[in-house]
């Protein structure tokens, strides 16, 4: 059993930072995928950003590109996504989740957090 505990949304002004965190259990973490996903009232959810296992694999949606970037501790079973930027269209619940394959389908992702709330205002 895997489980994904997500830290550090909150409110935050637009052209703020934040940076989110990805705590998770289980001796393997390092072996797997892990991405961030996010969803917004109404709207589905959507890719955010992917790592690999190595670190040296990342991937990114275009909306996010150039301002989010993801990172992983393996030492500290923790992956982070450090958010610049910030617009108010990056409100939504941010959820981060496993894969055992290089994916940015949701489908793909097999164990996820719960959650954490990201509110940037105008």
């Known amino acids: 059993q895997v489980h994904l505990v997500e830290s550090g949304g909150g409110l935050v002004q637009a052209g703020g930072s934040l940076r989110l965190s990805c705590a998770a259990s289980g001796r393997t973490f390092s072996w797997y995928t892990v991405g961030w996903f996010r969803q917004a009232p109404g709207k589905e959810r959507e890719f955010v950003a992917a790592?690999?296992?190595?670190?040296?694999?990342?991937y990114y949606g275009d909306s996010v590109k150039g301002r989010f970037t993801i990172s992983r501790d393996n030492a500290k079973n923790t992956v982070y996504l450090q958010m610049n930027s910030l617009k108010p269209e990056d409100t939504a619940v941010y959820y981060c989740?496993?894969?055992?394959?290089?994916?940015?389908?949701?489908?793909?992702?097999?164990?996820w957090g719960q959650g954490t709330q990201v509110t940037v205002s105008q």
């Open positions: 790592i690999g296992w190595s670190a040296g694999i990342t």
């Open positions: 989740a496993r894969s055992t394959t290089a994916s940015v389908r949701i489908d793909e992702y097999d164990y």
